[in-house]
């Protein structure tokens, strides 16, 4: 990060030598000047003391900080503590110091991708920063009992209604950073999966995912790839009872009630069309929230008798498309047809105007100029922030071989949270015109906040 002046710059030997002249001369000699400006800025209302004076700059460590702070560390280090004398009758002696370089620890080691967790510590690989603040039998042993709750103050009937009890307090922190953030105009809700391929009761299978296997979690995300909201499933009846209304909503609906909830009136979402059911489109129209995005068919089965049939599109050639609008003039159904016929629908998108775009052609092995309806380049535009963040988590993530689930959703929310960091840290750089080259990497950032 470049340094920039306090000030302005002048010149030595212009206007500074000038004012400092004129501070210099007495009221009563010859070229004095009384200092023009508003009088009531004098300073008469300000406050001052007898202090050092320390910059109010933002570090990347403030950013972190939204997500991850002290009186977390301190939590996980009371937690462990009493769990390990409650278990087997003696303290597990973790400090908030051995906390920290415990997750520093797993940061630098996901930067650095050794084939085994031990060769961290090996003579031959050893990583200083590592093997000099903790032994590999004590890391392991500190993985294997760090705890977020103590299991005796969790009421019986909070642990049958949350499956996630055991690691809420770290994902409540972690949201809470994520609800801090400033709304954007436009985002996008998608799925996103926590790797974990162990025994869990809650595991999910994902096909097409590039970790198909393990917990799912809904997030809404700005196109940016800054996290807002998460929700991780847990069942269709438990999402039910945080929102108003959801009898008879099917999970799709129930997801974009639950993140769509803290949304501003005219924000505009994106999303697949596992979330486009008609009711959950009109529920929010109605909070004057507009959502776009692909949709099945059958859900707007009476739209598609008044479309075009996939042949005459097809006849008509790539980059045909046909538009139909409800009757209340609320929302349109767009058909367009590229290799396939793709059906979209939205509250605040259209057929036109139109343009084009550069796809592929399996055909004549190059790129081709395709006639593109506007909701198509919005939704494209708009939809890949949450696939951004995964892309972003995937580089360097905190890939822990483990049977306990918690472990892995613990270091899963850290990821997230360094990714959202980052992502903070560079829109910020990026509006106080930092070069590009003077922004820390992804990687550099990281390493960083390990240290």
């Known amino acids: 990060m470049n340094d920039e002046p306090l000030h302005p710059h002048v010149h030595k030997y212009g206007c500074q030598r000038q004012r400092i002249e004129n501070e210099s001369l007495n ?23 007898s202090a050092p004076f320390t910059p109010n700059i933002v570090q990347f460590q403030d950013y972190v900080e939204q997500y991850m702070d002290s ?5 996980l280090a009371d937690c462990t503590n009493s769990m390990s004398l409650a278990k087997n009758g003696k303290l597990f002696n973790t400090t908030v110091e051995e906390i920290y ?100 009761p809650f595991r999910q299978y994902v096909q097409l995912k590039p970790n198909p296997v393990g917990m799912k979690n809904f997030v809404l995300a700005s196109p940016g790839g800054i996290v807002l909201d998460f929700e991780v499933y847990q069942g269709a009846k438990t999402l039910s009872l945080q929102v108003e209304d959801s009898e008879g909503l099917g999970l799709g609906a129930l997801v974009i009630k639950r993140l769509c909830g ?7 979402v994106y999303c697949d069309r596992f979330f486009t059911p008609i009711p959950a489109v009109d529920f929010m129209l109605e909070k004057q929230v507009y959502l776009t995005g692909t949709v099945m068919k059958n859900w707007v089965s009476k739209a598609m008798e008044k479309l075009p049939s996939d042949k005459t599109l097809k006849q008509q050639g790539r980059g045909a498309s046909a538009t139909v609008a409800r009757a209340d003039g609320k929302l349109c159904v767009v058909k367009w047809y590229d290799n396939k016929p793709v059906v979209m629908l939205s509250a605040i998108h259209a057929e036109q105007p139109k343009d084009t775009c550069q796809r592929w052609s399996k055909i004549d092995k190059k790129y081709v ?20 963040s995964d892309r972003m988590m995937s580089c360097y993530r905190m890939s822990v071989r483990t049977k306990k689930w918690t472990t892995r959703m613990l270091m899963h929310f850290t990821d997230l949270a360094l990714a959202n960091s980052w992502l903070l840290y560079r829109q910020d ?7 590009r080259k003077a922004t820390m990497k992804f990687l550099e950032f990281r390493m960083e906040v390990a240290q």
């Open 101 to 200: 370089h415990f997750f520093g620890a797993a940061i630098l080691m996901s930067c650095v991708h050794y084939p085994h967790t031990r060769m961290f510590w090996s003579n031959a690989f050893q990583i200083p920063a590592i093997s000099d603040g903790m032994s590999h039998d004590r890391f392991f042993k500190l993985r294997s009992n760090l705890k977020a709750v103590i299991n005796d103050d969790i009421p019986e009937n909070q642990k049958k209604a949350d499956r996630f009890w055991k690691v809420r307090p770290f994902m409540d922190r972690v949201l809470k950073g994520c609800h801090l953030q400033a709304q954007p105009e436009c985002v996008s809700i998608d799925e996103q999966m926590i790797p974990f391929t162990g025994a869990c």
């Open 429 to 435: 750089e990026q509006e106080n015109g930092t070069p």
């Open 369 to 388: 100029i395709v006639t593109c309806p506007s909701i198509v380049q919005e939704y494209n535009a708009k939809m890949g922030g949450v696939d951004l």
């Open 262 to 268: 803290t949304l501003h009136a005219g924000t505009k």
């Open 71 to 75: 009186q977390l560390t301190k939590l």
């Open 27 to 49: 009221k009563d000699e010859p070229g004095h000047r009384e200092p023009r400006g508003d009088p009531s800025n004098d300073g008469r209302g300000q406050h001052w003391k």
